[in-house]
T-cell receptor, first 111, second 112 residues
Framework: DTAVSQTPKYLVTQMGNDKSIKCEQN?????MYWYKQDSKKFLKIMFS???????INETVPNRFSPKSPDKAHLNLHINSLELGDSAVYFC??????????FGAGTRLSVL | QKEVEQDPGPLSVPEGAIVSLNCTYS??????FMWYRQYSRKGPELLMY????GNKEDGRFTAQVDKSSKYISLFIRDSQPSDSATYLCAMSAGSGYSTLTFGKGTMLLVSP
């Protein structure tokens, strides 16, 4: 059983489209995160939710909207996709505030 | 100055070598230090976790933290081709809902 699972693994879409990425964790953790890893492999936090409440919102365009229907799920919706949004998006979860467990990533390509 | 500095490599070593990977940081509030391993096209996988200064050993891996120098290291003994991956250091202050700050990762290549 995969601890943190993301779907889809690959997403290829046109500029201007709206897309969603889903994340689920079966670890019973309270906190979930979205990270963006750019072409230079730099991992940067985007959002963090604790028990369905937004606790961290880094400087991210408001085209990106996270949604947490329950503490095991954190989805990411992206409106009006741009070329610069092409990256790998990772979901993660943690029990405390420090040790985070990552999903396999969603590779987004915007054409 | 970036908060966490890490040489991107690549670092190429022969099988069996001892590997040393390092990060420096500027934020003296960091107390929790982690090393993640990321294989190509996979998610980061937690390798080692250390709180405050000191050493921690797990099999072939040893993590060291020197808070006075703001310097952390990961040593890999008897390196194997399967160790070829990108190694990311990460750290946090651990107060409130602090986030992890990652280094850019060092790519390690272990040749047979």
């Amino acid at each position: 059983d995969t601890a943190v699972s993301q779907t889809p693994k690959y997403l290829v879409t046109q500029m201007g489209n709206d897309k969603s990425i889903k994340c689920e964790q079966n670890l019973g953790h309270d906190t979930m995160y979205w990270y963006k890893q750019d072409s230079k492999k730099f991992l940067k936090i985007m959002f963090s939710y604790n028990n369905k409440e937004l606790i961290i919102n880094e400087t991210v365009p408001n085209r990106f909207s996270p949604k947490s229907p329950d503490k095991a799920h954190l989805n990411l919706h992206i409106n009006s996709l741009e070329l610069g949004d092409s990256a790998v998006y990772f979901c993660a979860s943690s029990e405390g505030k420090n040790i985070q467990y990552f999903g396999a990533g969603t590779r987004l390509s915007v054409l | 100055q970036k908060e966490v500095e890490q040489d991107p490599g690549p670092l190429s070593v022969p099988e069996g070598a001892i590997v040393s990977l390092n990060c420096t940081y500027s934020n003296s509030a960091f107390q929790y230090f982690m090393w993640y391993r990321q294989y190509s096209r996979k998610g980061p996988e937690l390798l080692m976790y250390t709180y405050s200064s000191g050493n921690k050993e797990d099999g072939r891996f040893t993590a060291q933290v020197d808070k006075s120098s703001k310097y952390i290291s990961l040593f890999i003994r008897d390196s194997q081709p399967s160790d070829s991956a990108t190694y990311l250091c990460a750290m946090s202050a651990g107060s409130g809902y602090s986030t992890l700050t990652f280094g850019k990762g060092t790519m390690l290549l272990v040749s047979p």
